[in-house]
């Protein structure tokens, strides 16, 4: 496994892992828009490009719901190398349940099938992927508020002094913090009873990921965030 990091901005390094599937031979490119934990988009340019490369391109879009973009599962259509993988995990809101699908060139199925575990997806998880499909509109109605509140949390975020927000296609927005431990700041935002996540490595040094939740939320928050900004 090759790991190509991403550029300024989060972008996908598209040159590099043209040159790094040469160099290796890969067959596999596994791809996430949006991404996590970044939230940021993969252009349809990068992925006419990288769907040019002699590799199975696998695109991750457990977070498309939440994007202002449409998702590619029409490209497969189109390309013999491109599979998009779909969870209920996110914007259907039944992560634990374990469901979720992809969609596949069929020559992959014959492939696909020989592996395949002799059991099915678990009764529950049927269940309420099955309710989820019945109430469809529902779901989209939540992820359009979500998508609002990410929005008033962006901007909000945004007039904070020590924090660096990015934009977000997801539901969850990261920031790098400035002049200060993100690992500090996550402790002291968790004694308020507030649960962000923390990273600190290569690539993503000093950041919080902050989900997006009810407007009553975001307004706790941001309360939390002023009476620690002294
Ligand atoms: C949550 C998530 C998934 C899917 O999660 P499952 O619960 O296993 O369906 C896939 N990719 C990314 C980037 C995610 O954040």
Redo the contacts with the bound molecule.
């Keep these: 496994m090759v790991e190509v990091g991403r550029t300024e901005g989060f972008a996908v390094d598209v040159d590099e892992i043209e040159r790094a599937v040469g160099e290796v031979r890969a067959k596999l490119l596994f791809l996430?828009s949006p991404n996590?934990p970044t939230g940021n988009w993969l252009p349809d340019e990068a992925l006419r490009r990288l769907l040019k490369l002699p590799v199975l391109v696998v695109l991750?879009e457990?977070?498309v719901e939440f994007a202002d973009h449409p998702s590619r599962a029409n490209w497969v259509l189109a390309h013999e190398n491109l599979v998009v993988l779909r969870?209920f995990?996110?914007a259907a809101g039944i992560?634990g349940l374990?469901l979720?699908y992809g969609i596949c060139p069929e020559w992959l199925m014959a492939v696909l099938w020989k592996f395949k575990q002799p059991y099915n997806v678990n009764v529950a998880a049927t269940v309420a992927g099955l309710a989820s499909l019945r109430h469809v509109d529902q779901i989209y109605a939540v992820v359009a508020k979500i998508k609002g509140e990410r929005r008033r949390l962006l901007a909000a975020l945004q007039q904070v002094p020590y924090l660096k927000p990015y934009e977000s296609q997801a539901n969850f927005i990261l920031c790098g913090v400035v002049d200060r431990s993100a690992k500090e700041l996550k402790l002291a935002l968790e004694r308020q009873g507030i649960l962000v996540r923390h990273y600190n490595k290569p690539g993503l040094e000093n950041c919080i990921r902050i989900s997006v939740g009810r407007p009553e939320q975001t307004d706790r928050l941001l309360q939390a965030l002023a009476t620690l900004a002294g």
């Design positions: 996430t996590n991750d457990a977070y969870t995990s996110k992560a374990r979720g």
